[in-house]
Nanobody, 116 residues
């Protein structure tokens, strides 16, 4: 069983940056595909980015060129560096473990609000 705990959310002005962290536990963390998802009010949860155990990344179209996902297997942590933030990036951000391209374990989420 993988436990996931997100941190790093907060309030930021448009154009600003934040880095989210997701600390994991469990023996399979290091070999798992990990993803960041987000859910804005009234919208469906969507994939932001994912990363394989070998470091191959995938990004949702709205964040390409602005967000970077990375992982440190020694620290059992996955990161999401978010730059050039926009008000439409406001959402609860969730860390997830994926199996066959689908999220199967979730963290509790961290709120990101982009507003002036």
């Amino acid at each position: 069983q993988v436990q996931l705990v997100e941190s790093g959310g907060g309030l930021v002005q448009p154009g600003g940056s934040l880095r989210l962290s997701c600390a994991g536990s469990g023996t399979i963390f290091r070999i798992s595909v990990l993803g960041w998802y987000r859910q804005a009010p009234g919208k469906q949860r969507e994939l932001v980015a994912s990363i394989t155990s070998g470091g191959t990344t995938n990004y949702g179209d709205p964040v390409k060129g602005r967000f970077t996902i990375s992982r440190d297997n020694a620290k059992m942590t996955v990161y999401l560096q978010m730059n050039s933030l926009k008000p439409e990036d406001t959402a609860v951000y969730y860390c997830a473990r994926e199996v066959s391209g689908l999220p199967v374990s979730w963290g509790l989420g961290t709120q990101v609000t982009v507003s002036s």
